[in-house]
Structure formats: structure tokens, C-alpha cells
């Protein structure tokens, strides 16, 4: 496709069950973001892949938290045991950044809302 | 750590005015420096960006933005807005060689007819 694509766009689950949320980037951009929005704030950092590893994991809140892109494409978002905090909406980016310069032009999806019951 | 601040929550304007939102970043290195839009019910995309040169660099839809070293600020500016710059504007920087953008808590515009 022409954009970043992320499914699913809501999803609503109650409290301590598994989600994962899928972000298909940008064919051949090698960078992959996962960002995370709650209402009245900005984007908050998650994780950050080059190819297939995560050259950033800081931004995960707890060990809950968990993202792979096994082949340096499509990437999975799982978390674990939710809770009603956790409840956001989560964002993708893409980006041709190869981990040299950096020129910040990421390519956002439209988010997955997650809700938290 | 890297952190941005941006002062206004919520700025409501008629159209015609002219805009400035404020950014402050904090990281003792090399930057650069991005403000990205989202408009209602869109995703997220890249209004302008700076990454070394002259400061005032200049943007799609005729905003603007200064960077000012010295003040570590990278302020958003348009001469006059119109309705359709209704939007939530957020203010972002990476810092050195690192990857991931560190974003501001966003500032909601809101241009009157």
C-alpha cells in the first residue's frame, strides 16, 4: 500500500487479556517506530527497529510490552495481562532512516485505539 | 534525557491573525528539530523540519519556525491563519545519532471562521 497500515484500527478488551496490534510500514523503509497517545498528550516513545532488531527499546513501559518484526517488515506489538491504563491509542511509523542520519520525516498510520474495560 | 515543552495547551484564534506556538527542547548536543500537524480525524505528518544552516526554515501551507540556539527554542509561526489550519500541532527532536523523535505534549489550534 501507499502508507503505513495498522490493524486493527479499535480494538476493546478487558482487563488481563493478550492484544497484539500489527503495523505493515512502508515497503522498503527500514525503520520501524511504535509510539503510543493518550488523550490530551503527544506521541510517547515505545520502541524504535532497524530491520529486524530493535535498535531502541527504552520507551516500553513494563515487561508486559513486547514488539517484533521477525523480517524486517511487518511489525507486531503484543502486550500481555492489560490493564486500564494501557488504554491509548497506538501508533506506527515508518521511516527510510538506516541509522545514519537521521531526517526525521516519519510516516505515521492512523492508529489503533486500544480501550481497556 | 531529551524532553520537549510546548506552552500553550490551546490556542483559539480568528482567522486572519497571526500564529506563534512555542517550543523549548532540552539536550545539550546536536539536534534537529521537527513540527509535525495532525488535522481531525488524520494521521499524523511532517509540517517542517530543521536540521542545520539558517535557522528560519519554512514549511508547507506557509508556516514557519526559528531556531534560536541560545534560547533552545524552535518556534512555530504563520503570518495568518486561516479555518483550515485547525489542527493539533506537535513539536518534536532527535537528538545526536539517535533514532527515535522525542515528542511535546502538542498544542490544539482552533481558528474561528
Known amino acids: 500500500g501507499a502508507g503505513v497500515s495498522q490493524t486493527p484500527s479499535n480494538k476493546v478488551t478487558e482487563k488481563g487479556k493478550y492484544v497484539e496490534l500489527r503495523c505493515d510500514p512502508i515497503?522498503?523503509?527500514?525503520?520501524l517506530y511504535w509510539y503510543r497517545q493518550s488523550l490530551g498528550q503527544g506521541p510517547e516513545f515505545l520502541i524504535y527497529?532497524?530491520?529486524?532488531?530493535?535498535?531502541?527499546d527504552s520507551g516500553l513501559p513494563n515487561d508486559r510490552f513486547f514488539a517484533v518484526r521477525p523480517e524486517g517488515s511487518v511489525s507486531t506489538l503484543k502486550i500481555q495481562r492489560t490493564e486500564r491504563g494501557d488504554s491509548a491509542v497506538y501508533l506506527c511509523?515508518?521511516?527510510?532512516?538506516?541509522?545514519?542520519?537521521?531526517?526525521?520525516?516519519?510516516?505515521f498510520g492512523e492508529g489503533s485505539r486500544l480501550t481497556v474495560l | 534525557a531529551q524532553s520537549v515543552s510546548q506552552h500553550n495547551h490551546h490556542v483559539i484564534l480568528s482567522e486572519a491573525a497571526s500564529l506563534e506556538l512555542g517550543c523549548n527542547y532540552s539536550?545539550?548536543?546536536?539536534?534537529?528539530l521537527f513540527w509535525y500537524v495532525q488535522y481531525p480525524g488524520q494521521h499524523l505528518q511532517l509540517l517542517l523540519k530543521?536540521?542545520?544552516?539558517?535557522?528560519l526554515v519554512k514549511g508547507i501551507k506557509g508556516f514557519e519556525a526559528e531556531f534560536i540556539k541560545s534560547k533552545f527554542s524552535f518556534n512555530l509561526r504563520k503570518p495568518s491563519v486561516q479555518w483550515s489550519d485547525t489542527a493539533e500541532y506537535f513539536c518534536?527532536?532527535?537528538?545526536?545519532?539517535?533514532?527515535?523523535?522525542?515528542f511535546g505534549k502538542g498544542t490544539k489550534l482552533s481558528v474561528k471562521p
Open positions: 511509523a515508518s521511516s527510510p532512516f538506516t541509522g545514519i542520519v537521521n531526517t526525521g520525516e516519519l510516516f
Open positions: 515497503s522498503g523503509h527500514t525503520a
Open positions: 527497529f532497524q530491520g529486524t532488531g530493535a535498535a531502541d
Open positions: 539536550y545539550g548536543g546536536t539536534v534537529n
Open positions: 530543521y536540521f542545520s544552516g539558517d535557522p
Open positions: 518534536a527532536v532527535v537528538g545526536g545519532s539517535q533514532g527515535n523523535l522525542i
